[in-house]
């Protein structure tokens, strides 16, 4: 029955593996199982999967694969570079400059940066989420080492112009790193023509594993980052331990497909996501956050007046959405992003990010938006 359907509409969080990308995996469970640091040929084959992947990975975002260092993910991959790159060059200043609405990976690691007597400045955002650039550049001293701006947005979709900024960053002779996570993948994501430094993201937002991520550095720039992790010497010193064979295996084959089916795919998503808008637009007082501005195809981050947020998630239990609202030890806390752009705390938690992806289909938003449209609906009339 239609009451009993459940949909996935929360892409942004995770997206599931592709069959492909798990029929690429199974031998490196199995029969292909070596150690890529062994010297013999089951050693060999896993050493020649990772550099395939590490290709194949290279492709997507256009860049030579020795400028890809394996992670266990986005986190520790910001946590490496941020800790590596800013050590490493204390010696010429101890200035970072980020924005209020980057994701909590990347302010959480600034915050323990700023603990260690780093100074960081954070970028205010208009209504619609983005950065003025005058502000960035007038921000930038001769103490700053690095600006760390995320390309897209994980809540809104918002694109930052990045090609902008790094004209910006490197005309004052400082290093540009960007999170590209919800970026890759969803749209064209060309490393030399960003010419970025350093950059972050993950093999699970783009069909892959979870556990297995990248970490980007440009060494045409000369970028260099310390380490601080020891024992092994995998991946240059700089991530040392036994590699993830399988999981570096799914990444490289999901980002292969993801580059090869990219455009068709995006074109596709982004018709969806329009009639979702067209139809959530029609219910009073809802409101499509940094509509205006340039997004990825497949975000939509919705706010309703008058609604309480919580409520309405719990009634659409069918809809796996996403409250802008993180959750800890049972206290509900407003999306630092949308409070960042103005919203007040009570309009932020009536907000909701919905993220499409591959397995979405017309009849899912024609559900969701029915779904949607009817639970505001009596929300409303409970609350005259």
């Known amino acids: ?5 459940k949909i996935y509409l929360d892409y942004n969080a ?13 031998p490196y469970f199995t029969e292909k199982f070596g150690n890529a640091s062994s010297d013999h040929f089951f050693g060999w084959d896993a050493a020649e999967a990772v550099e395939n992947s590490r290709e194949q990975i290279a492709g997507l975002v256009h860049c030579k694969p020795t400028g890809i260092t394996f992670t266990s993910g986005a986190t520790e991959a910001a946590n490496l570079a941020l800790f590596g790159f800013c050590e490493r ?15 909590k990976a990347i302010l959480d690691s600034l915050k323990a940066l700023e603990s260690k007597g780093f100074e960081v400045t954070y970028l205010d955002v208009d209504p619609e989420g983005n950065i003025v650039l005058k502000e960035l550049e007038q921000a930038i001293t001769s103490k700053t080492i690095l600006v760390c701006l995320m390309l897209a947005n994980n809540e809104t979709g918002l694109i930052h112009p990045m ?15 960007s999170d590209i996570t919800q970026a890759a993948g ?32 440009n060494k045409k720039n000369k970028v260099g980052i310390d380490s601080y992790i020891f024992g092994g010497g995998q991946e240059k010193g700089l991530r040392p331990g036994t590699m993830n064979i399988p999981g570096i295996v799914g990444f490289g084959k999901a980002a292969e497909i993801a580059f090869s089916e990219m455009e068709g795919e995006s074109a596709r998503i982004l018709q969806l996501r329009n009639k979702l808008e067209s139809g959530l637009k029609n219910i009073e007082g809802a409101i499509i956050n940094s509509e205006a501005c340039e997004r990825l195809p497949n975000t939509t981050n919705v706010s ?13 239990n069918i809809l796996s959405i996403s409250h802008g609202s ?11 992003v949308l409070k960042a752009m103005g919203l007040s705390a009570e309009m932020a938690l009536s907000s909701f990010r919905i993220s499409l992806g591959r397995d979405t289909g017309i009849e899912d938003i024609e559900f969701a938006v029915k779904e949607i449209t009817k639970t505001v609906n009596q929300l409303k009339r409970a609350m005259v």
Do not use: W
């Not at 029955?1 to 359907?5: D, Y």
């Not at 997206?15 to 199974?26: K, S």
């Open 304 to 316: 309703f007046e008058n609604i309480d947020g919580t409520l309405l998630l719990r009634k659409l």
């Open 326 to 336: 993180a959750c800890t030890s049972n206290t509900i806390h407003a999306s630092h």
């Open 89 to 103: 060059n204390s010696s010429r200043g101890n200035h970072i400059i980020t924005c209020k609405t980057e994701h």
């Open 163 to 177: 090609s902008e900024i790094e004209k910006i960053v490197h005309s004052k002779d400082v290093k540009l790193m």
């Open 186 to 217: 969803k749209i064209q994501v060309d490393f030399k023509k960003l010419n970025l430094d350093l950059a972050i993201f993950s093999s699970h937002k783009i069909y892959g594993p979870k556990g297995v991520g990248a970490l980007y550095i």
């Open 1 to 5: 029955m239609a009451s009993k359907r």
């Open 14 to 26: 995770t997206t599931p593996v592709d069959l492909r990308v798990v029929d690429a995996m199974l």
